[in-house]
């Protein structure tokens, strides 16, 4: 069965400096990997995905992730973080051995940027 | 404007109650979903469906009952059977033939049982 694990359930960072959350799956196949941002009381909103081709994807916001193979990660950065990206991060995998292919998602990266 | 419409946004309800919490796209998917979601867990996939009239059980479907009569609407209910009700419910649809693609999302619904 396929997972997503992130780590750290929070990251704190100061206002211009670099933002990385980490991300990483098992899959028996090569995934489709996605990013998704929440703030507070919402829905999720797509930053980026991967799917095939390039393994730099680059989202909205500033945001990017690369996907590693041979690391099975999928870790998202920005290079200068801004106030208003404070909100908690997904990252998911497509189950692509399942019909129905619902999202699995990992358990979430709290974001705290400071001034 | 095209999207997902989750209602209510707040709800209350005593223990013991079957509530319901509604869905509806006007994005014509074909693949809606909900899911569950609790602090420091992340999200749980609770029902989904591909198509009208058909619908099969996620990880974590006890408690809760849906149907799919029209294509544009995915109901939930949770049922007085569900042992811990509270949480932030989401729908998501996806277009028929996107099977791998990413997943479009309400605004959520949040229920607290009293």
């Known amino acids: 069965a396929q997972s997503v694990t992130q780590l750290g359930s929070h990251v704190s960072v100061s206002e211009g400096a670099l933002v990385l959350l980490r991300c990483n799956y098992s899959?028996?196949?090569?995934?489709?990997l996605f990013w998704y941002v929440q703030y507070p009381n919402q829905g999720l909103q797509l930053l980026l995905k991967?799917?095939?081709?390039?393994?730099l994807v680059k989202g909205i916001n500033g945001f990017e992730a690369e996907f590693k193979k041979s690391e099975t990660s999928f870790h998202l950065t920005k290079p200068s973080a801004h106030m208003s990206d404070a909100a908690e991060y997904f990252c998911a995998v497509s189950d692509l051995e399942q019909a129905g292919t619902a999202l699995i998602f990992g358990k979430g990266t709290t974001l705290s940027v400071s001034s | 404007d095209g999207g997902i419409t989750q209602s209510p946004k707040y709800l209350f309800r005593k223990e013991g109650q079957n509530v319901t919490l509604s869905c509806e796209q006007n994005?014509?998917?074909?693949?809606m979903y909900w899911y569950r979601q609790d602090p420091g867990q992340g999200l749980r996939l609770i029902y989904y469906?591909?198509?009208?009239?058909?619908?099969q059980k996620g990880d974590i479907a006890e408690g809760y009952s849906v149907s799919r009569e029209k294509k544009e609407s995915f109901p939930l209910t949770v049922t007085s059977a569900q042992k811990n009700p509270t949480a932030f419910y989401l729908c998501?649809?996806?277009?028929?033939?996107?099977?791998?693609?990413?997943?479009?999302f309400g605004e959520g619904s949040r229920l607290t049982v009293l």
């Open positions: 469906s591909q198509i009208v009239n058909d619908f």
């Open positions: 998501a649809s996806r277009p028929q033939g996107a099977r791998a693609g990413e997943l479009f």
């Open positions: 994005l014509n998917h074909d693949a």
């Open positions: 899959s028996s196949v090569p995934p489709y």
């Open positions: 991967y799917t095939t081709g390039a393994t």
